[in-house]
């Protein structure tokens, strides 16, 4: 509870530019948590390259638990085969390809946060100087509790920027590689089925 006071004390002090500050962190870490469960459910939870074989020759679609980029691909490729096999293979593909939207989705939003975060903490430190010098041109250089406000201000918002873009723009990054390696993985595995049409 104590943490809880602390934590509203230090948003406080901030100043009204901790709370677009706040939202734009949480959303960004909502977003980055989804895409990590999604990338590992690509990988965890899919079907092996025999079994997706198997399964795409007898028609049947992966199970329910199957949620890897294998399964996908199957799964939409059994609902519109027609059993040409030049057709099947231009099927295929398109399948292959309606899954590379959903590897890059919300990358690009969060590293728009991940960049808008040290901005709103510059915001925040402009606000707390400008402050600043408005105690000094109103009471002088002796209004200490004045002063120490507006560079109060001015600090919290920018090491509260840097905390959420930091971490923001490493695991943006990250992201992005795992994306581009899924990509590889889907070509890999669109030639693979291909040839077993």
Known sequence: MELLYRTLDYLVQGGWVMFPLV??????WTLIGERLYFFHSLTSRDVPIQSAIQLMAGGEP????????????????LQEKTGQPDLDKS??????????????RYLAVIGVLAAVAPLLGLLGTVIGMVDT????????????????NGISVALIT????????IPGL???????????RQELR????TAVLARHV
Not at 23 to 28: G, H, I, R, V
Not at 186 to 189: K, N, R
Request: glycine fraction near 8%; charged fraction near 20%.
């Open 170 to 180: 490493f695991l943006s990054g990250y992201l992005h590689r795992r994306a581009m």
């Open 133 to 148: 010098f408005h105690v000094i041109s109103t009471f002088g250089t002796g209004n200490v509790k004045g002063l120490s």
């Open 23 to 28: 939202a734009c962190s949480l959303l960004m």
């Open 158 to 165: 920018t090491q509260s920027g840097l905390i959420v873009a």
């Open 91 to 104: 099927i295929l593909r398109h399948c292959a390809q309606r899954q590379r939207p959903r590897l890059h």
């Open 62 to 77: 992966p199970s329910e638990d199957s949620k890897g980029l294998r399964a996908r691909i199957v799964t939409s490729f």
């Open 186 to 189: 889907l070509e890999e595995i």
